[in-house]
């Protein structure tokens, strides 16, 4: 059984771990333990690090999406369209 330290946070779920400790979590859920066993503390553990790395990476306030869906609406973008000329390459090659 893994045990969390002190050097995991929730930033360390970030690029590509966060599907493990998901898959992990999962697992420990299917097996039902009780809380005080390791596999217990494991699980809320893997909660909490899954639940700050969403809080940090996912959220999306509802009023703000309705406002970006508002403005957008009816915009139609061509992209095989080449760029304006006052636009360059934009970064692009």
Do not use: C, F, W
């Not at 059984?1 to 420990?28: F, I, N, Y």
């Not at 809320?44 to 309705?66: F, H, I, K, M, S």
Request: glycine fraction near 10%; charge should be negative; avoid cysteine.
């Amino acid at each position: 059984m893994k045990e969390v330290g002190q050097h995991e946070h929730p930033q360390d779920t970030h690029g590509g771990r966060v599907p493990g400790r998901l898959k992990e979590a999962s697992a420990l859920v299917d097996s039902d333990p009780a809380l005080e066993t390791p596999e217990g503390k494991r699980l809320n553990a893997l909660v909490e690090l899954v639940q700050a790395y969403e809080a940090t990476y996912v959220p999306v306030d509802g009023a703000l999406a309705d406002r970006i869906r508002s403005i957008v609406a009816g915009v139609q973008v061509d992209l095989d369209r080449p760029l304006p000329p006052e636009l360059g390459h934009a970064g692009m090659p």
